[in-house]
């Protein structure tokens, strides 16, 4: 008897090519070429801010080698260290990026707040896209361990703007 389409697989059976996101890419693939591209963007605003001072500049090619690591290891990985690892990497520079427009910190290019600079703003929406196509591919326990992370982070700098400490 053949399994029908809709039969649930059987216990210790790998599930039948289920399709990607995008051009039958799996979630993880896609999440790293998102990855990718907001570590691009972070280039270009690190190529940008180099002329007005290393110390303004250095976040920007920090943040795009940290996201080009990450990408490349959910890439090339199947476990779900690598698609974890990357979550909170990407929870994290997000958290950077709140507490950077929160406190008005000024960086580089003539002292521009960052939130004035629209490819640092597609940049975060890239990473946003990253972070839930991640999530949203882990399944079961891992899934939890990620919004855990994720809402303790949140958690973290919500305490710190209420109590005055981001500006």
Partial sequence: MTPSPEAPPAEGAVPVGRPGLVGGLRPPHVASLLCVAAAAGDLVAFQQRVAYGLAGALPFLLAAVVQLVAARQVWVSRGTAAALSAVLVLGLLIGSYVVAVSTGVPLGQRNRPVEA???????????????????RSLSGRARSRAVN??????TVLWTLGLTGLLG
Avoid: K
Wanted: hydrophobic share 75%; with cysteine.
């Fill in 117 to 135: 600079d629209p490819l640092l703003t597609a940049a975060l929406c890239v990473r946003l896209a990253a972070l839930l196509v991640l999530v």
């Fill in 149 to 154: 992370a994720l809402l303790v982070i949140g």
